[in-house]
T-cell receptor
Framework: DAKTTQPTSMDCAEGRAANLPCNHS???????VYWYRQIHSQGPQYIIH???NNETNEMASLIITEDRKSSTLILPHATLRDTAVYYC??????????FGKGTTLSVSS | GAGVSQSPSNKVTEKGKDVELRCDPI?????LYWYRQSLGQGLEFLIY????????KSGLPSDRFSAERTGGSVSTLTIQRTQQEDSAVYLC????????????FGEGSRLTVL
């Protein structure tokens, strides 16, 4: 699987949009981009995934650049409960999902 | 239950003892993962079972660690001759269907080796 690079930490004010970047410049054509988050003391939680097109669900939006070398996870109205470690993973179907160090997002009031 | 179930939720053992951790995946899920997470650290991949294929054991840290999945369902992770550095939360996840990257995690088994 392609390596992903994320900032170590980010801050966001409550109610504002949180935009979490991820670089995956070596991603191959059959690798999906997955986002997970882990709230303190809980197991990881799937958020969203995509291949080429932008995706949106009830939790977040995923914007993938046209060249697929980077993506951004958007939490449109961050709340204190969104404080967590966010993981971006490039994964080919049928292969093991490997988590990196992720981005620690701190949402403050 | 509807989710991934792990047992025991907490296990305290003495150095040198063997331990077994159990995972009941979501019914019908064909793939099963084991990860571990030491205090303040990220998720470390251990092993991945996918259907009837040979498991991906590339993450097992030493030959003291082994896992099996019986009948394509329940999985047991065994740690022999436990060491203090094995202390961690061991997380199991399963997935099935067309979106194989959407993992459903259990609550984890917290292992403390004294």
């Amino acid at each position: 699987d392609a390596k992903t690079t994320q900032p170590t930490s980010m801050d966001c004010a409550e109610g504002r949009a949180a935009n979490l970047p991820c670089n995956h410049s070596t991603i191959s054509g059959n690798e999906y981009v997955y986002w997970y988050r882990q709230i303190h003391s809980q197991g990881p939680q799937y958020i969203i995934h995509g291949l080429k097109n932008n995706e949106t669900n009830e939790m977040a939006s995923l914007i993938i650049t046209e060249d697929r070398k980077s993506s951004t996870l958007i939490l449109p109205h961050a709340t204190l409960r969104d404080t967590a470690v966010y993981y971006c993973i490039a994964n080919q179907a049928g292969t093991a999902l490997i988590f990196g160090k992720g981005t620690t997002l701190s949402v403050s009031s | 239950g509807a989710g991934v179930s792990q047992s025991p939720s907490n296990k305290v053992t003495e150095k040198g003892k063997d331990v077994e951790l159990r995972c009941d995946p979501i019914s019908g899920h064909t793939a099963l993962y084991w990860y571990r997470q030491s205090l303040g650290q990220g998720l470390e991949f251990l092993i991945y079972f996918q259907g009837n294929s040979a498991p991906d054991k590339s993450g097992l840290p030493s030959d003291r660690f082994s896992a099996e999945r019986t009948g394509g369902s329940v999985s047991t992770l065994t740690i022999q001759r436990t060491q203090q550095e094995d202390s961690a939360v061991y997380l199991c996840a399963s997935t099935g269907g067309p979106n194989t990257g959407e993992l459903f995690f259990g609550e984890g088994s917290r292992l403390t080796v004294l």
